[in-house]
Protein backbone atom coordinates (compact mmCIF):
# COMPACT_ATOMS: atom_id res chain seq x y z
CA UNK A 1 0.00 0.00 0.00
CA UNK A 2 0.94 3.74 -0.72
CA UNK A 3 2.60 5.32 2.54
CA UNK A 4 0.81 7.94 4.35
CA UNK A 5 2.29 11.04 4.04
CA UNK A 6 -0.67 12.88 6.16
CA UNK A 7 0.36 10.04 8.62
CA UNK A 8 4.20 11.46 9.02
CA UNK A 9 2.48 14.86 9.30
CA UNK A 10 0.79 13.56 12.00
CA UNK A 11 3.16 10.76 14.14
CA UNK A 12 1.84 10.75 17.75
CA UNK A 13 4.15 9.34 20.03
CA UNK A 14 3.61 5.70 20.99
CA UNK A 15 0.93 5.30 18.06
CA UNK A 16 1.10 1.94 15.68
CA UNK A 17 0.52 2.69 12.43
CA UNK A 18 -2.24 -0.41 11.18
CA UNK A 19 -2.92 -0.56 7.47
CA UNK A 20 -4.70 -4.05 6.48
CA UNK A 21 -5.50 -4.90 3.09
CA UNK A 22 -5.61 -8.26 0.98
CA UNK A 23 -4.94 -9.99 4.02
CA UNK A 24 -2.05 -8.72 4.67
CA UNK A 25 -1.59 -7.24 8.37
CA UNK A 26 0.78 -5.22 10.28
CA UNK A 27 0.81 -4.36 13.67
CA UNK A 28 -2.03 -1.92 15.00
CA UNK A 29 -2.67 0.16 18.17
CA UNK A 30 -5.44 -1.34 20.41
CA UNK A 31 -7.51 2.08 19.71
CA UNK A 32 -6.39 5.56 18.30
CA UNK A 33 -5.96 7.99 20.73
CA UNK A 34 -8.35 11.20 21.55
CA UNK A 35 -7.52 14.09 19.45
CA UNK A 36 -4.59 16.20 21.61
CA UNK A 37 -3.65 19.99 21.39
CA UNK A 38 -0.52 18.78 19.33
CA UNK A 39 -2.79 16.60 16.68
CA UNK A 40 -5.02 19.74 16.20
CA UNK A 41 -1.89 21.71 15.39
CA UNK A 42 -0.84 19.47 12.56
CA UNK A 43 -3.72 19.21 11.45
CA UNK A 44 -3.51 22.35 10.77
CA UNK A 45 -0.39 22.42 9.05
CA UNK A 46 -1.96 19.85 6.99
CA UNK A 47 -4.48 22.25 6.03
CA UNK A 48 -2.15 25.16 5.13
CA UNK A 49 -0.56 22.48 2.58
CA UNK A 50 -3.49 21.63 0.70
CA UNK A 51 -4.78 23.69 -2.43
CA UNK A 52 -7.90 25.14 -2.02
CA UNK A 53 -9.59 22.60 -5.06
CA UNK A 54 -8.47 20.00 -2.17
CA UNK A 55 -9.99 21.83 0.62
CA UNK A 56 -13.32 22.02 -1.11
CA UNK A 57 -12.99 18.24 -2.16
CA UNK A 58 -12.98 17.36 1.55
CA UNK A 59 -16.45 18.85 2.19
CA UNK A 60 -18.58 16.99 0.16
CA UNK A 61 -19.85 13.39 0.88
CA UNK A 62 -20.44 11.42 -2.58
CA UNK A 63 -21.69 7.66 -3.85
CA UNK A 64 -20.85 6.07 -6.84
CA UNK A 65 -23.07 3.23 -8.41
CA UNK A 66 -22.06 -0.19 -8.35
CA UNK A 67 -20.47 -3.09 -6.13
CA UNK A 68 -16.74 -2.45 -7.56
CA UNK A 69 -15.01 0.53 -7.65
CA UNK A 70 -13.36 -0.03 -11.01
CA UNK A 71 -17.00 -1.11 -12.54
CA UNK A 72 -18.23 1.30 -14.96
CA UNK A 73 -21.33 2.64 -14.71
CA UNK A 74 -23.22 4.75 -17.31
CA UNK A 75 -25.05 6.33 -14.21
CA UNK A 76 -22.15 7.42 -12.72
CA UNK A 77 -20.76 9.27 -16.11
CA UNK A 78 -24.40 11.12 -16.21
CA UNK A 79 -23.91 12.24 -12.66
CA UNK A 80 -20.24 12.86 -12.64
CA UNK A 81 -19.02 12.88 -15.83
CA UNK A 82 -16.74 9.67 -15.30
CA UNK A 83 -17.42 5.83 -15.15
CA UNK A 84 -15.89 4.27 -12.03
CA UNK A 85 -16.05 5.19 -8.53
CA UNK A 86 -12.35 5.06 -8.52
CA UNK A 87 -12.24 7.86 -11.05
CA UNK A 88 -15.25 9.42 -9.17
CA UNK A 89 -12.68 9.38 -6.27
CA UNK A 90 -10.00 10.92 -8.10
CA UNK A 91 -11.61 13.90 -10.23
CA UNK A 92 -13.07 15.30 -6.90
CA UNK A 93 -11.13 14.13 -3.77
CA UNK A 94 -13.98 13.62 -1.53
CA UNK A 95 -13.81 13.63 1.91
CA UNK A 96 -16.22 11.56 2.49
CA UNK A 97 -18.41 8.64 1.06
CA UNK A 98 -21.70 6.66 1.26
CA UNK A 99 -22.79 3.57 0.51
CA UNK A 100 -26.64 2.28 -0.41
CA UNK A 101 -27.90 -1.05 -0.75
CA UNK A 102 -30.17 0.01 -3.85
CA UNK A 103 -27.80 1.68 -5.55
CA UNK A 104 -25.54 -1.47 -6.20
CA UNK A 105 -23.47 -1.14 -3.12
CA UNK A 106 -24.51 -3.84 -0.94
CA UNK A 107 -24.40 -7.78 -2.26
CA UNK A 108 -22.86 -8.87 0.94
CA UNK A 109 -20.24 -8.17 3.35
CA UNK A 110 -17.26 -9.42 2.00
CA UNK A 111 -17.93 -6.95 -1.40
CA UNK A 112 -18.78 -4.45 0.86
CA UNK A 113 -15.30 -4.44 2.35
CA UNK A 114 -13.38 -5.07 -0.59
CA UNK A 115 -14.97 -1.99 -2.09
CA UNK A 116 -13.93 -0.10 1.20
CA UNK A 117 -10.33 -1.46 0.56
CA UNK A 118 -9.86 -0.11 -2.69
CA UNK A 119 -11.83 3.54 -2.55
CA UNK A 120 -9.68 3.77 0.38
CA UNK A 121 -6.61 2.40 -2.00
CA UNK A 122 -7.76 5.11 -4.67
CA UNK A 123 -7.53 8.03 -2.40
CA UNK A 124 -4.37 7.46 -0.89
CA UNK A 125 -3.23 7.06 -4.30
CA UNK A 126 -4.06 10.66 -5.10
CA UNK A 127 -1.62 13.64 -3.87
CA UNK A 128 -3.74 14.56 -1.48
CA UNK A 129 -2.97 11.11 0.40
CA UNK A 130 -6.34 11.32 2.98
CA UNK A 131 -8.65 8.32 3.59
CA UNK A 132 -12.05 8.50 3.31
CA UNK A 133 -14.64 8.74 5.77
CA UNK A 134 -17.11 5.90 4.83
CA UNK A 135 -20.57 6.42 6.01
CA UNK A 136 -23.89 4.55 5.69
CA UNK A 137 -27.70 4.72 7.00
CA UNK A 138 -27.82 1.49 9.10
CA UNK A 139 -30.33 3.07 11.83
CA UNK A 140 -31.67 -1.30 12.18
CA UNK A 141 -35.15 -1.13 11.66
CA UNK A 142 -37.10 0.30 8.27
CA UNK A 143 -33.83 1.95 7.34
CA UNK A 144 -30.98 -0.71 6.94
CA UNK A 145 -28.45 -0.93 4.32
CA UNK A 146 -26.89 -3.79 5.64
CA UNK A 147 -28.83 -6.33 5.72
CA UNK A 148 -28.14 -10.19 7.04
CA UNK A 149 -25.74 -11.93 7.33
CA UNK A 150 -25.09 -8.56 9.34
CA UNK A 151 -26.82 -8.38 12.64
CA UNK A 152 -30.22 -7.57 12.06
CA UNK A 153 -32.34 -5.87 15.12
CA UNK A 154 -36.00 -4.44 15.74
CA UNK A 155 -35.04 -0.46 15.13
CA UNK A 156 -35.30 2.70 17.35
CA UNK A 157 -38.86 2.10 18.33
CA UNK A 158 -38.54 -1.39 19.12
CA UNK A 159 -35.43 -0.33 21.51
CA UNK A 160 -37.82 2.05 22.96
CA UNK A 161 -41.04 -0.42 23.71
CA UNK A 162 -38.58 -2.14 25.73
CA UNK A 163 -37.46 0.88 27.77
CA UNK A 164 -34.10 -0.44 28.32
CA UNK A 165 -30.99 1.80 27.45
CA UNK A 166 -28.51 -1.34 28.13
CA UNK A 167 -30.03 -3.48 25.34
CA UNK A 168 -29.70 0.04 23.06
CA UNK A 169 -26.22 0.64 23.43
CA UNK A 170 -25.38 -3.17 23.14
CA UNK A 171 -27.33 -2.62 19.53
CA UNK A 172 -25.44 -0.07 18.66
CA UNK A 173 -22.48 -1.29 19.79
CA UNK A 174 -22.62 -4.60 17.66
CA UNK A 175 -24.01 -2.57 14.53
CA UNK A 176 -20.83 -0.77 14.71
CA UNK A 177 -18.55 -3.19 14.97
CA UNK A 178 -19.89 -5.05 11.90
CA UNK A 179 -20.11 -1.55 10.35
CA UNK A 180 -16.04 -1.18 10.78
CA UNK A 181 -15.32 -4.89 9.87
CA UNK A 182 -16.92 -3.72 6.26
CA UNK A 183 -14.62 -0.21 6.32
CA UNK A 184 -17.66 1.90 7.24
CA UNK A 185 -16.72 4.49 9.83
CA UNK A 186 -19.76 6.69 10.16
CA UNK A 187 -23.08 5.94 10.96
CA UNK A 188 -26.08 8.33 9.88
CA UNK A 189 -27.43 7.06 13.02
CA UNK A 190 -29.21 7.75 15.56
CA UNK A 191 -32.71 9.59 14.79
CA UNK A 192 -33.05 11.88 17.63
CA UNK A 193 -35.95 12.86 16.50
CA UNK A 194 -39.26 12.93 18.35
CA UNK A 195 -42.31 11.48 16.54
CA UNK A 196 -45.05 13.45 18.46
CA UNK A 197 -47.02 13.32 15.24
CA UNK A 198 -48.80 10.16 14.06
CA UNK A 199 -49.29 11.01 11.29
CA UNK A 200 -45.68 11.29 10.07
CA UNK A 201 -44.60 9.77 6.53
CA UNK A 202 -41.14 10.30 7.17
CA UNK A 203 -39.87 9.47 10.95
CA UNK A 204 -42.52 7.30 12.25
CA UNK A 205 -40.52 4.15 13.55
CA UNK A 206 -37.29 5.70 13.35
CA UNK A 207 -38.22 7.72 16.10
CA UNK A 208 -37.41 6.12 19.58
CA UNK A 209 -40.42 7.70 21.48
CA UNK A 210 -43.29 10.30 21.59
CA UNK A 211 -41.64 11.27 24.94
CA UNK A 212 -38.38 13.88 25.11
CA UNK A 213 -37.48 11.91 27.83
CA UNK A 214 -37.01 8.62 26.75
CA UNK A 215 -35.48 10.01 23.06
CA UNK A 216 -32.78 11.18 24.91
CA UNK A 217 -31.73 7.88 26.87
CA UNK A 218 -31.79 6.27 23.81
CA UNK A 219 -29.84 8.81 21.57
CA UNK A 220 -27.13 8.79 24.74
CA UNK A 221 -27.07 5.42 24.87
CA UNK A 222 -26.76 4.19 21.46
CA UNK A 223 -24.26 7.51 21.03
CA UNK A 224 -21.85 5.47 23.53
CA UNK A 225 -22.59 2.09 21.96
CA UNK A 226 -21.10 3.31 18.44
CA UNK A 227 -18.60 5.62 19.77
CA UNK A 228 -16.87 4.25 22.81
CA UNK A 229 -17.87 0.84 22.83
CA UNK A 230 -17.37 0.03 19.02
CA UNK A 231 -15.07 3.16 17.80
CA UNK A 232 -17.29 4.62 14.98
CA UNK A 233 -18.50 7.67 14.37
CA UNK A 234 -22.26 8.29 15.32
CA UNK A 235 -24.39 10.87 13.65
CA UNK A 236 -27.31 12.25 15.75
CA UNK A 237 -30.19 13.51 13.33
CA UNK A 238 -32.71 15.38 11.99
CA UNK A 239 -31.64 18.60 13.78
CA UNK A 240 -33.46 20.92 14.87
CA UNK A 241 -36.14 17.78 15.00
CA UNK A 242 -38.11 16.35 12.50
CA UNK A 243 -40.97 14.51 14.75
CA UNK A 244 -44.18 16.63 14.15
CA UNK A 245 -44.46 16.89 10.25
CA UNK A 246 -47.02 15.69 7.70
CA UNK A 247 -44.69 16.31 4.90
CA UNK A 248 -42.07 14.46 4.00
CA UNK A 249 -38.85 15.66 2.88
CA UNK A 250 -38.00 13.89 0.33
CA UNK A 251 -40.74 15.53 -1.80
CA UNK A 252 -42.00 18.34 0.09
CA UNK A 253 -40.50 21.24 2.32
CA UNK A 254 -41.85 20.88 5.93
CA UNK A 255 -43.00 23.23 8.63
CA UNK A 256 -42.86 22.79 12.18
CA UNK A 257 -44.93 25.08 13.80
CA UNK A 258 -43.40 24.39 17.85
CA UNK A 259 -43.06 27.70 19.71
CA UNK A 260 -39.67 28.13 21.26
CA UNK A 261 -41.02 26.86 24.21
CA UNK A 262 -42.66 23.57 22.45
CA UNK A 263 -38.86 23.23 20.90
CA UNK A 264 -37.23 23.36 23.93
CA UNK A 265 -39.57 21.15 25.54
CA UNK A 266 -39.80 18.14 23.16
CA UNK A 267 -37.40 18.45 20.20
CA UNK A 268 -34.24 20.04 22.20
CA UNK A 269 -33.32 17.61 24.61
CA UNK A 270 -32.05 14.43 22.78
CA UNK A 271 -29.50 16.70 20.63
CA UNK A 272 -28.76 17.91 23.87
CA UNK A 273 -28.47 14.47 25.32
CA UNK A 274 -26.55 13.74 22.43
CA UNK A 275 -24.23 16.42 22.92
CA UNK A 276 -23.86 15.47 26.55
CA UNK A 277 -22.61 11.79 25.57
CA UNK A 278 -19.99 13.45 22.85
CA UNK A 279 -21.63 13.02 19.49
CA UNK A 280 -18.71 13.13 16.77
CA UNK A 281 -21.77 14.17 14.32
CA UNK A 282 -25.14 16.26 13.90
CA UNK A 283 -27.33 15.43 10.78
CA UNK A 284 -29.03 18.60 9.74
CA UNK A 285 -32.91 18.38 8.52
CA UNK A 286 -34.51 20.05 5.31
CA UNK A 287 -37.69 21.38 7.66
CA UNK A 288 -38.56 25.06 8.04
CA UNK A 289 -38.75 26.41 12.20
CA UNK A 290 -40.17 29.65 12.63
CA UNK A 291 -39.84 30.05 15.73
CA UNK A 292 -36.16 29.37 15.27
CA UNK A 293 -35.27 30.89 12.45
CA UNK A 294 -38.64 33.31 10.55
CA UNK A 295 -36.76 33.68 7.25
CA UNK A 296 -38.81 30.52 5.81
CA UNK A 297 -35.32 28.86 4.97
CA UNK A 298 -34.78 25.05 5.71
CA UNK A 299 -32.90 24.34 8.77
CA UNK A 300 -29.85 22.91 6.45
CA UNK A 301 -29.23 26.74 5.26
CA UNK A 302 -30.09 28.59 8.19
CA UNK A 303 -27.15 30.16 10.00
CA UNK A 304 -29.36 31.26 12.95
CA UNK A 305 -30.37 27.56 13.61
CA UNK A 306 -26.81 25.69 12.48
CA UNK A 307 -24.17 28.08 13.98
CA UNK A 308 -26.92 30.23 16.21
CA UNK A 309 -28.75 27.20 18.09
CA UNK A 310 -26.86 24.18 16.92
CA UNK A 311 -23.21 26.17 17.68
CA UNK A 312 -23.56 28.76 19.82
CA UNK A 313 -26.77 28.08 22.40
CA UNK A 314 -25.92 23.95 22.36
CA UNK A 315 -21.97 24.14 22.70
CA UNK A 316 -21.66 21.62 19.50
CA UNK A 317 -18.02 21.57 18.68
CA UNK A 318 -18.03 18.24 16.33
CA UNK A 319 -19.28 17.89 12.42
CA UNK A 320 -22.05 19.25 10.89
CA UNK A 321 -23.42 16.97 7.92
CA UNK A 322 -26.42 17.72 5.42
CA UNK A 323 -29.30 15.28 5.21
CA UNK A 324 -29.07 14.40 1.66
CA UNK A 325 -28.79 17.60 -1.06
CA UNK A 326 -30.77 15.49 -4.16
CA UNK A 327 -33.86 15.79 -1.23
CA UNK A 328 -36.74 17.91 -2.87
CA UNK A 329 -37.31 20.53 0.37
CA UNK A 330 -33.93 21.83 0.11
CA UNK A 331 -34.12 22.76 -3.44
CA UNK A 332 -37.35 23.99 -4.13
CA UNK A 333 -36.24 27.76 -3.27
CA UNK A 334 -32.41 28.03 -4.33
CA UNK A 335 -30.47 26.52 -7.17
CA UNK A 336 -28.27 23.71 -6.65
CA UNK A 337 -25.42 26.32 -6.76
CA UNK A 338 -26.78 28.44 -4.25
CA UNK A 339 -27.85 25.63 -1.83
CA UNK A 340 -24.32 24.18 -1.59
CA UNK A 341 -22.74 27.66 -0.97
CA UNK A 342 -25.42 28.76 1.77
CA UNK A 343 -25.39 25.59 3.29
CA UNK A 344 -21.41 26.08 4.20
CA UNK A 345 -23.21 30.35 5.04
CA UNK A 346 -24.97 28.61 7.65
CA UNK A 347 -22.31 26.88 8.97
CA UNK A 348 -22.19 23.30 7.51
CA UNK A 349 -18.94 21.27 7.36
CA UNK A 350 -20.08 18.09 5.11
CA UNK A 351 -22.59 18.52 1.99
CA UNK A 352 -24.07 14.77 1.41
CA UNK A 353 -25.27 13.54 -2.10
CA UNK A 354 -25.16 17.03 -4.15
CA UNK A 355 -27.50 16.12 -7.33
CA UNK A 356 -25.04 18.49 -9.42
CA UNK A 357 -21.44 17.74 -7.96
CA UNK A 358 -20.04 19.82 -10.50
CA UNK A 359 -21.87 22.46 -10.66
CA UNK A 360 -22.25 22.40 -6.40
CA UNK A 361 -18.47 21.71 -6.51
CA UNK A 362 -17.21 24.86 -8.57
CA UNK A 363 -19.83 26.55 -7.11
CA UNK A 364 -18.39 26.80 -3.61
CA UNK A 365 -14.81 27.04 -5.16
CA UNK A 366 -16.22 30.19 -6.90
CA UNK A 367 -17.83 31.62 -3.31
CA UNK A 368 -14.56 31.12 -1.87
CA UNK A 369 -12.37 33.04 -5.17
CA UNK A 370 -15.06 35.98 -5.12
CA UNK A 371 -14.48 36.50 -1.18
CA UNK A 372 -18.36 35.56 -0.24
CA UNK A 373 -16.97 32.91 1.47
CA UNK A 374 -13.31 33.27 3.41
CA UNK A 375 -11.21 30.48 2.66
CA UNK A 376 -10.26 30.53 6.34
CA UNK A 377 -14.28 29.42 7.06
CA UNK A 378 -13.54 26.32 4.54
CA UNK A 379 -10.35 25.52 6.75
CA UNK A 380 -12.71 25.50 10.01
CA UNK A 381 -15.12 22.58 8.48
CA UNK A 382 -11.90 21.02 6.98
CA UNK A 383 -10.05 20.90 10.45
CA UNK A 384 -13.26 19.44 12.46
CA UNK A 385 -13.28 17.11 9.68
CA UNK A 386 -9.96 15.54 9.64
CA UNK A 387 -10.01 15.43 13.42
CA UNK A 388 -13.24 13.37 13.23
CA UNK A 389 -10.99 10.90 10.74
CA UNK A 390 -8.12 11.36 13.42
CA UNK A 391 -10.30 10.18 16.54
CA UNK A 392 -12.20 7.30 14.69
CA UNK A 393 -8.94 5.75 13.63
CA UNK A 394 -9.54 6.27 10.38
CA UNK A 395 -6.33 8.46 9.36
CA UNK A 396 -4.14 5.04 11.05
CA UNK A 397 -6.44 2.22 10.07
CA UNK A 398 -7.68 3.10 6.32
CA UNK A 399 -8.10 -0.75 5.33
CA UNK A 400 -9.64 -4.20 6.58
CA UNK A 401 -8.99 -7.23 6.73
CA UNK A 402 -11.09 -9.02 3.77
CA UNK A 403 -10.37 -12.23 5.41
CA UNK A 404 -11.99 -11.90 8.97
CA UNK A 405 -15.46 -10.44 7.68
CA UNK A 406 -17.02 -13.40 7.87
CA UNK A 407 -16.48 -14.41 11.13
CA UNK A 408 -17.14 -10.83 11.88
CA UNK A 409 -20.61 -10.72 10.22
CA UNK A 410 -23.64 -11.79 12.65
CA UNK A 411 -21.91 -14.13 14.53
CA UNK A 412 -24.17 -16.93 16.87
CA UNK A 413 -23.93 -14.42 20.19
CA UNK A 414 -24.55 -11.34 18.48
CA UNK A 415 -27.38 -13.28 16.77
CA UNK A 416 -28.79 -14.61 19.65
CA UNK A 417 -28.47 -11.18 21.84
CA UNK A 418 -30.40 -9.54 19.08
CA UNK A 419 -33.11 -11.76 19.41
CA UNK A 420 -33.52 -11.05 22.86
CA UNK A 421 -33.54 -7.69 22.60
CA UNK A 422 -36.55 -7.91 19.96
CA UNK A 423 -38.51 -10.23 22.44
CA UNK A 424 -38.56 -7.81 24.79
CA UNK A 425 -40.27 -5.06 22.70
CA UNK A 426 -43.43 -7.24 21.25
CA UNK A 427 -46.29 -4.92 22.34
CA UNK A 428 -49.46 -6.49 22.91
CA UNK A 429 -51.99 -3.37 22.65
CA UNK A 430 -55.12 -5.41 22.39
CA UNK A 431 -56.88 -9.21 23.24
CA UNK A 432 -60.19 -9.44 23.92
CA UNK A 433 -60.88 -12.28 22.59
CA UNK A 434 -58.43 -14.11 24.98
CA UNK A 435 -56.84 -15.77 21.67
CA UNK A 436 -53.29 -15.55 22.86
CA UNK A 437 -51.41 -17.15 23.93
CA UNK A 438 -51.97 -20.03 20.98
CA UNK A 439 -51.57 -23.86 22.88
CA UNK A 440 -49.35 -26.35 21.22
CA UNK A 441 -52.19 -28.08 19.31
CA UNK A 442 -52.05 -28.10 15.79
CA UNK A 443 -53.84 -25.79 13.86
CA UNK A 444 -53.85 -24.43 10.60
CA UNK A 445 -52.48 -20.50 10.23
CA UNK A 446 -53.62 -18.45 7.20
CA UNK A 447 -50.61 -15.43 7.31
CA UNK A 448 -52.07 -12.67 5.25
CA UNK A 449 -51.55 -8.41 4.81
CA UNK A 450 -47.92 -7.04 4.19
CA UNK A 451 -45.00 -8.02 2.83
CA UNK A 452 -43.32 -10.80 0.26
CA UNK A 453 -40.45 -11.79 2.97
CA UNK A 454 -41.90 -11.02 5.73
CA UNK A 455 -45.07 -12.92 5.79
CA UNK A 456 -42.68 -15.77 4.74
CA UNK A 457 -41.09 -15.43 7.74
CA UNK A 458 -43.41 -15.61 10.26
CA UNK A 459 -45.38 -18.54 8.46
CA UNK A 460 -41.63 -20.34 8.47
CA UNK A 461 -41.83 -19.68 12.07
CA UNK A 462 -44.81 -20.42 13.09
CA UNK A 463 -44.28 -23.86 11.40
CA UNK A 464 -41.71 -24.80 13.34
CA UNK A 465 -43.75 -25.18 15.84
CA UNK A 466 -46.06 -26.99 14.69
CA UNK A 467 -48.67 -25.12 12.56
CA UNK A 468 -49.81 -26.22 8.79
CA UNK A 469 -48.99 -22.57 7.33
CA UNK A 470 -50.86 -20.89 4.11
CA UNK A 471 -49.24 -17.44 2.92
CA UNK A 472 -51.36 -15.00 0.97
CA UNK A 473 -49.34 -11.66 0.43
CA UNK A 474 -51.31 -9.17 -0.58
CA UNK A 475 -49.36 -6.21 -0.40
CA UNK A 476 -49.97 -2.61 0.97
CA UNK A 477 -52.52 -1.47 -0.94
CA UNK A 478 -54.22 -5.10 -1.90
CA UNK A 479 -56.43 -5.63 -5.19
CA UNK A 480 -60.35 -6.72 -4.26
CA UNK A 481 -59.19 -10.14 -6.14
CA UNK A 482 -56.29 -10.17 -3.45
CA UNK A 483 -58.75 -9.35 -0.61
CA UNK A 484 -61.18 -12.41 -1.53
CA UNK A 485 -58.72 -14.39 -1.96
CA UNK A 486 -57.28 -14.02 1.56
CA UNK A 487 -60.83 -13.96 2.64
CA UNK A 488 -61.03 -17.51 0.64
CA UNK A 489 -58.22 -19.21 2.73
CA UNK A 490 -58.93 -17.80 6.11
CA UNK A 491 -62.17 -20.23 5.65
CA UNK A 492 -59.94 -23.27 4.82
CA UNK A 493 -57.82 -22.17 8.25
CA UNK A 494 -57.91 -22.38 11.65
CA UNK A 495 -56.50 -19.51 12.82
CA UNK A 496 -55.33 -16.09 10.51
CA UNK A 497 -53.14 -13.95 10.97
CA UNK A 498 -52.74 -10.27 8.83
CA UNK A 499 -50.20 -7.86 9.09
CA UNK A 500 -50.10 -4.68 8.48
CA UNK A 501 -48.32 -1.86 7.47
CA UNK A 502 -48.87 1.90 7.55
CA UNK A 503 -52.66 1.18 7.12
CA UNK A 504 -53.21 4.78 8.50
CA UNK A 505 -51.50 6.05 5.31
CA UNK A 506 -53.72 7.10 2.81
CA UNK A 507 -51.87 9.74 1.25
CA UNK A 508 -49.27 7.36 -0.44
CA UNK A 509 -49.20 4.04 1.02
CA UNK A 510 -53.05 2.48 1.41
CA UNK A 511 -54.89 5.04 -0.51
CA UNK A 512 -58.11 4.08 -1.12
CA UNK A 513 -58.15 2.31 2.84
CA UNK A 514 -57.98 -0.92 1.27
CA UNK A 515 -55.70 -2.75 4.17
CA UNK A 516 -58.43 -2.21 6.13
CA UNK A 517 -61.09 -3.21 4.26
CA UNK A 518 -59.17 -6.82 4.16
CA UNK A 519 -59.19 -7.03 8.01
CA UNK A 520 -62.72 -6.45 8.15
CA UNK A 521 -63.80 -8.85 5.36
CA UNK A 522 -61.78 -11.28 7.45
CA UNK A 523 -63.13 -10.41 10.75
CA UNK A 524 -66.85 -11.20 8.77
CA UNK A 525 -65.23 -14.62 8.85
CA UNK A 526 -66.17 -15.18 12.02
CA UNK A 527 -62.49 -17.10 12.82
CA UNK A 528 -60.06 -16.01 14.75
CA UNK A 529 -58.13 -12.75 13.65
CA UNK A 530 -55.16 -11.70 15.06
CA UNK A 531 -53.63 -8.30 13.54
CA UNK A 532 -50.27 -6.78 13.76
CA UNK A 533 -49.05 -3.93 12.98
CA UNK A 534 -45.29 -4.31 11.40
CA UNK A 535 -44.26 -0.83 11.75
CA UNK A 536 -46.05 1.89 12.74
CA UNK A 537 -48.56 0.75 15.63
CA UNK A 538 -50.77 3.77 14.75
CA UNK A 539 -52.21 0.99 12.81
CA UNK A 540 -54.36 -0.12 15.47
CA UNK A 541 -56.72 2.85 15.64
CA UNK A 542 -58.29 2.06 12.03
CA UNK A 543 -58.51 -1.61 13.58
CA UNK A 544 -59.58 -0.81 16.54
CA UNK A 545 -62.71 -3.29 16.22
CA UNK A 546 -60.18 -6.19 16.16
CA UNK A 547 -60.53 -8.37 19.16
CA UNK A 548 -56.39 -9.36 19.22
CA UNK A 549 -53.92 -6.98 17.49
CA UNK A 550 -49.90 -6.80 18.53
CA UNK A 551 -46.77 -4.11 17.36
CA UNK A 552 -44.08 -5.64 16.40
CA UNK A 553 -42.49 -1.77 15.05
CA UNK A 554 -40.18 -3.39 12.36
CA UNK A 555 -40.29 -6.44 9.96
CA UNK A 556 -37.38 -8.22 9.72
CA UNK A 557 -36.97 -12.27 10.41
CA UNK A 558 -35.92 -11.65 13.79
CA UNK A 559 -38.87 -9.59 14.22
CA UNK A 560 -41.05 -12.33 12.63
CA UNK A 561 -39.63 -14.93 15.08
CA UNK A 562 -40.03 -12.85 18.08
CA UNK A 563 -43.96 -12.33 17.06
CA UNK A 564 -43.97 -16.26 16.78
CA UNK A 565 -42.39 -16.91 20.08
CA UNK A 566 -44.91 -14.39 21.77
CA UNK A 567 -48.10 -15.48 19.79
CA UNK A 568 -47.18 -19.53 20.72
CA UNK A 569 -46.74 -18.23 24.61
CA UNK A 570 -42.67 -19.25 24.58
CA UNK A 571 -42.27 -15.86 25.90
CA UNK A 572 -44.80 -12.92 27.46
CA UNK A 573 -45.59 -9.55 25.73
CA UNK A 574 -43.53 -7.02 27.75
CA UNK A 575 -43.63 -4.03 25.34
CA UNK A 576 -44.76 -1.07 26.42
CA UNK A 577 -46.39 1.82 23.92
CA UNK A 578 -43.37 4.53 23.45
CA UNK A 579 -45.70 6.38 21.94
CA UNK A 580 -49.58 7.85 22.19
CA UNK A 581 -51.74 6.37 19.62
CA UNK A 582 -54.77 8.88 18.62
CA UNK A 583 -57.80 8.07 17.89
CA UNK A 584 -58.23 8.00 13.83
CA UNK A 585 -58.59 11.33 12.37
CA UNK A 586 -58.61 13.24 16.07
CA UNK A 587 -54.87 13.89 17.03
CA UNK A 588 -55.89 15.33 20.37
CA UNK A 589 -57.90 12.35 21.55
CA UNK A 590 -55.84 9.45 22.92
CA UNK A 591 -57.32 5.52 22.12
CA UNK A 592 -54.41 4.08 23.53
CA UNK A 593 -51.42 6.20 25.82
CA UNK A 594 -47.87 5.81 26.31
CA UNK A 595 -46.48 3.17 28.15
CA UNK A 596 -49.62 0.55 27.68
CA UNK A 597 -49.09 -2.46 26.49
CA UNK A 598 -50.71 -6.12 27.69
CA UNK A 599 -49.31 -9.91 29.02
CA UNK A 600 -50.15 -12.35 30.31
Keep these: MPALPILRRLSLAGLALATTVAGVSMTAAAKPPEPTESAAAQVGRTIQRMSLEEKVGQLFVLFAYGPDAHQPDARNTKLYGVATPAEVVEKYKPGGWIYFDGRGNVQNPTQVATLSNQLQETAIGTGLHVPLLIATDQEQGVVTRIGPPATQ??????????????????????TGQELKAIGIRQDYAPDADVNVNALNPVIGTRSYSSDPKLVSDMTAAQVHGFQRDAGI?????????????????????????????????????????????????????HIVVPALDPSGDPATLSKPILTGVLRKQLGFRGVIVTDGLEMAAVRQEYGDAEVAVRAIEAGVDQLLLPPAPDVQYNAVLDAVRSGRISERRIDESLLRILLLKLKNGVLFQPYVDVAKVPAAMGPAASLATAQKIVDKSITLIKDNAKTLPLSNTPRKILVTGWGVSTTQNLANSLAKRGAVTTVAQTGAAPTDAAIAGSVAKAAENDVTVVLTRKAWDSK???????????????????????????????????????????ATYGYASVSMESLAKALYGEIKPTGKLPVDIPVAGDPRTPLYPFGHGMSW
Design 153 to 174: FGGSMALGATRSTADARTAAAI
Design 508 to 550: ITDKLGKQRKLVGDLMATGKPVIVVAVQDPYDIAYFDAAPTFL
Design 233 to 285: TATAKHFPGHGDTVDDSHNDLPTINHTLAQWNAIDAPPFKAAIKAGIDSIMTA
